[in-house]
């Protein structure tokens, strides 16, 4: 079992929608929580951070922890076109581990049609 | 430029040949890493490197080689490819120990035949 599951989609909506991404993990001593953009042939782009379990908000975009069922969820309102990406959670244990590893999710293809 | 550049942005080689990416940034940022990307499997890590001269293993090190001479400069040397190094290599930085953001280039798409 991988440490961290996404579903990889495809996921397709229309303009406007709610998006809900989500991922499961299952080391219990992860406290960092991203979640990075990645358009198409770009690299991954860090769009969310948290710490520990609670919201964050930032414009559209909230990231959600719940560390008691070890799930985190992104969520996008009024999705428009330009959030067409792979979306990637990622975790880490501790901030800036000597190891600098962070644990990926596969990512999410997200497609926002207008 | 500013920021993190890799380079060349897509390599076709044939299997048993030695092949460099390279990675530059502009930043001073002291940790460098190297990541690639597979369906499947997501992004995982292959080496990384604390500061210049400090380098160590990730989760997929083998058949790689790294080096890091100047802060500014991390290459990944595969001394002998083989097909299952088809793959998007990535090369991120960050600034220091306490930072979580990671700068990601824009990726090395390399093929080997």
């Not at chain 1, 590893?101 to 999410?108: A, D, K, M, Q, W």
């Not at chain 2, 502009?26 to 997501?42: A, E, I, K, P, V």
């Not at chain 2, 997929?60 to 001394?79: A, C, H, I, M, Q």
Request: hydrophobic residues 30%; positive net charge; aromatic residues 14%.
């Amino acid at each position: 079992q991988k440490e961290v599951e996404q579903d990889p989609g495809p996921l397709s909506v229309p303009e406007g929608a709610i998006v809900s991404l989500n991922c499961t993990y299952s080391n219990s001593a992860f406290q960092y929580f991203m979640w990075y953009r990645q358009y198409s042939r770009k690299g991954p782009e860090l769009l969310m951070y948290t710490y520990s379990s609670g919201n964050k908000e930032d414009g559209r975009f909230t990231a959600q922890v719940d560390k008691s069922s070890k799930y985190i969820s992104l969520f996008i309102r009024d999705s428009q076109p330009s959030d067409s990406a792979t979306y990637l959670c990622a975790m880490s244990p501790d901030r800036g581990s000597t190891l600098g590893r962070l644990y990926f999710g596969r990512g999410t293809q997200l497609t926002v049609w207008p | 430029d500013a920021g993190i550049t890799q380079s060349p942005r897509y390599k076709i080689t044939e299997t048993g040949r030695q092949v460099t990416l390279m990675c530059h940034q502009t930043w001073s940022h002291s940790y460098m890493f190297w990541y690639r990307q597979d369906l499947g499997h997501g992004l995982r890590l292959i080496y990384y490197s604390a500061a210049a001269d400090i380098t160590d293993k990730g989760e997929v090190p083998d058949g790689y080689v790294v080096s890091r001479s100047k802060t500014e400069n991390f290459p990944l040397t595969l001394e002998s490819a083989t097909r299952s190094q088809t793959s998007v290599y990535f090369c991120a930085s960050r600034l220091d120990r306490g930072r979580e953001k990671l700068f990601f280039g824009s990726g090395t798409q390399l093929s080997v035949l």
